[in-house]
């Protein structure tokens, strides 16, 4: 195996998604599988399908394009709302799209009649993260401009949050985007079939019999990948959270002072660092750095060891109170959170090993 690796329990995956999605279909909710925290490794959104996603989303056209590449002809869910120059692409590798604007949705419209597809549009709300979205109170007349245009279905509204404000997806909010929705139906004169409430934010709700009736679909990553509900990492009862493990090799091991000598200006990045004084410590260093992975979304498997800091290609762990010696040579094993495994599925440095 080459290092550092990023190791993938496929059977943990299944597992994962099965007991997510039928946690989701006891309370009448279906599930998008999120495929982009692993590059849409096939070995994964194979057990992503058989686990019981209903259609596959990401956030990137090219992740969608693997998707149709490796042979799943199931609905597919462009996350990321197309730029206006990617709608060409995006009719043709998303059957379905989340998006705020409508001069997007016309350039969407124009493909779709181009190439004799029908697109379908989720309009995204706004109810507080403040990443995409419209407003509340803008839904109707946005709805009303994106309805009309042709090649266009305008399937339903969705919101997304727990991402860039940390704004929590409460009832109350849920409540907030049916109440959106019906005022877009009855304005309008039509039915929109899909109510898409959020991400693995929102598993919190399902999982404490919170979430309001009408609410039809969640798109769920993290939920699936780590067996975590995505507020408080609370555990998903019945899922495995090590699906993915981080290994890297150790390149030096010597007992250093813990505090830098000499004058301390900015690090590699910009930043200048503080140390405490602890006295002598063992270190090792890594073969793994910010090329690699999130080196703060890491926690070595390992009792008795700890990450004390990290640039491009190193990082440094305190060995000291490590219950087996560590030596050159040696690797170790870290459980990555959602911010490690992306970067390690996108780094080219990072071997994926599918382990059976
Ligand atoms: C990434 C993303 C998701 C999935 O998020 P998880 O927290 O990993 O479940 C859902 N919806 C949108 C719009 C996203 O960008």
Redesign the pocket.
């Known amino acids: 195996m080459n290092l550092p690796a990023l190791l993938i329990h496929k059977d943990k995956i299944l597992n994962n998604t099965r007991t997510v999605s039928s946690l989701l279909k006891e309370r009448g909710l279906s599930m998008v599988g999120?495929a982009?925290?692993v590059l849409a490794h096939p070995e994964v959104v194979k057990a992503m399908v058989e686990g019981g996603a209903d259609g596959l989303?990401d956030?990137r056209i090219d992740n969608l394009r693997r998707l149709r590449e490796m042979g799943y002809t199931g609905k597919t869910v462009l996350?990321?709302a197309p730029a206006p120059s990617q709608a060409d692409l995006a009719v043709r590798y998303a059957d379905v799209s989340?998006n705020s604007e409508p001069a997007t949705v016309q350039a969407l419209g124009r493909a779709a009649r181009s190439s004799g597809k029908v697109h379908k549009v989720i309009l995204m709300v706004d109810l507080g993260d403040l990443r995409e979205g419209v407003l509340a109170e803008r839904a109707l007349a946005v709805a009303e401009r994106m309805v009309n245009e042709e090649g266009i279905i305008l399937e339903g509204i969705g919101t997304?949050m727990a991402?860039y404000g940390g704004v929590e997806p409460t009832r109350g909010k849920m409540e907030e985007l049916l109440s959106v929705k019906r005022e877009i139906e009855e304005g309008l004169g039509l039915r929109l079939p899909t109510v898409s409430g959020g991400?693995?934010?929102n598993l919190s709700l399902v999982m404490d019999g919170a979430m309001p009736e009408g609410i039809t679909e969640l798109?769920?990553?993290?939920?699936v990948l780590l067996g975590q509900e995505?507020v408080q990492r609370r555990p998903i009862p019945g899922c495995f959270r090590d699906a993915f493990i981080i290994r890297a090799e150790v390149i030096e091991t010597s007992t250093k002072p813990s505090k830098p000598w000499g004058n301390v200006g900015q690090d590699a990045f910009g930043r200048i660092p503080f140390f405490l004084d602890l006295g002598l410590r063992k270190r090792a260093i890594l073969a793994l750095g910010r090329q690699d992975v999130v080196p703060d979304a890491l926690a070595p498997v390992d009792e008795g060891i700890t990450i004390v800091g990290a640039s491009s290609d190193h990082l440094i762990c305190d060995v000291q109170e490590a219950l087996r010696d560590v030596s050159v040579g040696d690797t170790l094993d870290f459980l990555p959170q959602?911010g490690a495994v992306l970067a390690a599925a996108t780094s080219p440095f990072v071997e994926k090993v599918v382990v059976q």
């Open positions: 999120v982009k925290g989303g956030s996350l990321r989340l997304n991402c991400n693995s934010a798109r769920i990553g993290e939920g995505a959602y």
